[in-house]
Nanobody, 116 residues
Framework: QVQLVESGGGLVQPGGSLRLSCAAS????????IGWFRQAPGKEREFVAR????????NYADSMKGRFTISRDNAKNTVYLEMNSLKPEDTAVYYC?????????WGQGTQVTVSS
């Protein structure tokens, strides 16, 4: 089993920045990929970004490219999502997910609200 705990969400003004963290524990040796998803009120959950657990490759949703950056601290088994130039439409609950062939493990989510 893998446990994922997100943190770093909050209220930010449009144009601002936030950094989300996802601390992984447990059987992290079983992870091949880790990523971020988000779900806005009344909408389906959508992919944000992912990276290989080894850190060798990253992928982003088109609408996040250039604004969001996923990274990892190997020593801390923690993955980050740096979010810049935030827009009101980025308001959502952000989830960290990880797994081998699929995203089988999910965190509890952290709320990000972009509003003036």
């Amino acid at each position: 089993q893998v446990q994922l705990v997100e943190s770093g969400g909050g209220l930010v003004q449009p144009g601002g920045s936030l950094r989300l963290s996802c601390a992984a524990s447990g059987s992290t040796f079983s992870i091949n990929a880790i990523g971020w998803f988000r779900q806005a009120p009344g909408k389906e959950r959508e992919f944000v970004a992912r990276m290989s657990w080894s850190g060798g490759s990253t992928n982003y949703a088109d609408s996040m490219k250039g604004r969001f950056t996923i990274s990892r601290d190997n020593a801390k088994n923690t993955v980050y999502l740096e979010m810049n130039s935030l827009k009101p439409e980025d308001t959502a609950v952000y989830y960290c997910a990880a797994g081998a062939r699929a995203f089988n493990y999910w965190g509890q989510g952290t709320q990000v609200t972009v509003s003036s």
